[in-house]
């Protein structure tokens, strides 16, 4: 007999599974971290606050009603306005990831770069996932007035960075919101290790040809 397995069931499975793979490779630490990701209802899973992304249970997440209520599962992160305002930005958006990756942290606190645009495009992969970076500024962590800051940057951008804080994702699925965190993550890195170098970031031309892949 072929057990049928449902969307919901697929997608609580999905979110644990990236969570821990982000946790184990040290992309976020402790309890910090949240994941979001959306069922073709609307309806919006998200992880419990407080909750290790290593140790997710899928039984427990939080979900809430395509209206936006919590209807179910642990008391849900302290962000969850913060991935609500993505949803409503990002109107494509099926997932949405926030972690406290260190050298996008590293990243948010330099002063003096570009706050629209913190990163160059220092690889193709980089221009085709990220793209653009706004800043936006800091907040503590679950004030609900970060909404309005964050909407007003993810209107024309899918990664946002929260200033002394962390990056906020949003992806067509939970795989593109995780692969582009990922992304620029690296790029935070790479970025670090050339400062005093003299680069040679993409050409507008170079990006330009990158569009649509
Ligand atoms: O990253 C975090 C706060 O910004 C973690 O908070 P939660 O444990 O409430 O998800
Ligand atoms: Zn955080």
């Known amino acids: 007999m072929t057990a049928i397995i449902s969307e919901e069931t697929r997608l609580r499975d999905d979110i644990v599974a990236v969570g821990k793979s982000l946790f184990d490779r040290l992309f976020t630490f402790g309890s910090t971290g949240n994941i ?3 069922l073709s209802s609307g309806e919006l899973l998200m992880t419990p606050t407080n909750a290790s992304l290593g140790s997710l249970d899928p039984a427990r997440l939080s979900k809430f009603s395509a209206e936006g209520v919590h209807i179910g599962g642990d008391k849900p992160t302290k962000e969850a306005f913060l991935h609500q305002c993505m ?3 990002r109107k ?3 997932a949405v990831v926030h972690l406290h990756s260190t050298h996008a942290v590293a990243v948010s606190i330099i002063d003096g770069l ?3 645009d913190l990163l160059p495009p220092l690889t193709a992969y980089y221009a085709m996932r990220v793209g653009r970076l706004p800043l936006v500024a800091y907040y ?4 609900e007035t ?3 800051a964050v909407a007003e940057k993810a209107r024309d951008a899918h990664a946002v960075l929260l200033a002394n804080h962390g990056p906020v994702v949003a992806g ?3 795989r593109e919101a995780q692969y582009a965190t990922e992304e620029l993550e690296e790029t935070a890195k790479l970025f670090l290790m050339l400062r005093g170098e003299r680069i040679r970031p993409l050409t507008a031309e170079q990006r ?3 569009k649509g892949r």
Request: net charge negative; charged share 25%; hydrophobic share 30%.
């Open 92 to 94: 494509g958006a099926g």
């Open 172 to 174: 067509a699925s939970l």
């Open 146 to 148: 970060l909404a309005n």
């Open 114 to 116: 570009d706050q629209e």
């Open 140 to 143: 503590p962590p679950g004030d």
């Open 36 to 38: 979001s990701a959306r």
């Open 208 to 210: 330009d040809a990158l």
């Open 87 to 89: 949803y409503c930005e």
